[in-house]
């Protein structure tokens, strides 16, 4: 559960659990609670009550463990203008104590074009892909996409889906927030879909084991 003051419910009655090597969607409209949800389990919010697990890990006593294994991309990300995008992806490689290489991580994204070029320049489409490159450096085993391809024009979400699907085949685990039905059809092994804040999520029956993250509200 997660309260703000002086009334306001974000999340309430929410019992999830994601499976190793799935990408799991959680799918809603606006104000359904789906980035709150997803920053409590990237540890950027506390919830009110409950319990949050991921990876086998808690936020509270495994942090520094937890940012080392996994990958975050927000709604908007911000960069230095100035930087190239080969600058930008060492920046965040050098976060990492293992990882995978620059030239790796840029064509992933299909960003080898663009690599001299400047934040600044880039559309909206490679500045996204740009930050799920961010996102991907370290090699984690578990990447969080919070609506990752809202706005983007339809090449620049396919292309997107891509590198999700990529993913997957390597066998790494994503949870997805979105609001196309569509996209969650196209990449997700199961959905999570909230009508509203006010409601419990109802979720598609599992298809595998092995948690990689687990919340639950409690009262």
């Given at each position: 559960?997660?309260?703000?003051p ?7 009655g ?68 100035r ?52 996102a ?38 994503v ?7 569509d ?5 997700c ?25 687990r ?5």
């Amino acid at each position: 559960m997660k309260r703000y003051p002086p009334a306001v419910t974000a999340v309430d009655g929410l019992d999830l659990e994601v499976a190793r090597g799935e990408c799991f969607g959680l799918l809603g409209p606006n104000g359904a609670g789906k980035t709150t949800t997803i920053e409590i389990l990237e540890g950027l919010l506390a919830p009110t009550s409950g319990e949050v697990e991921v990876l086998g890990l808690r936020w509270d006593r495994d942090a520094s463990r937890l940012r080392a294994r996994l990958g975050v991309t927000l709604q908007e990300t911000h960069l230095p203008e100035r930087l190239t995008v080969e600058e930008v992806v060492r920046m965040f490689r050098a976060f990492y104590g293992k990882g995978r290489s620059v030239d790796e991580v840029i064509a992933l994204v299909s960003l080898e074009e663009k690599r001299r070029a400047w934040f600044e320049k880039l559309s909206g489409g490679q500045r996204q892909r740009l930050a799920v490159a961010c996102a991907l450096v370290g090699d984690p085993d578990l990447v969080f996409l919070d609506e990752p391809t809202t706005g983007l024009d339809p090449q620049s979400r396919r292309q997107l889906w891509d590198v999700v699907l990529e993913l997957k085949r390597h066998g790494r685990t994503v949870l997805l927030t979105t609001h196309y039905m569509d996209e969650a059809e196209r990449l997700c092994c199961r959905c999570s879909c909230s009508p509203a804040s006010s409601s419990p999520p109802r979720t598609s029956r599992p298809r595998c084991s092995r948690p990689s993250a687990r919340c639950r509200s409690r009262p």
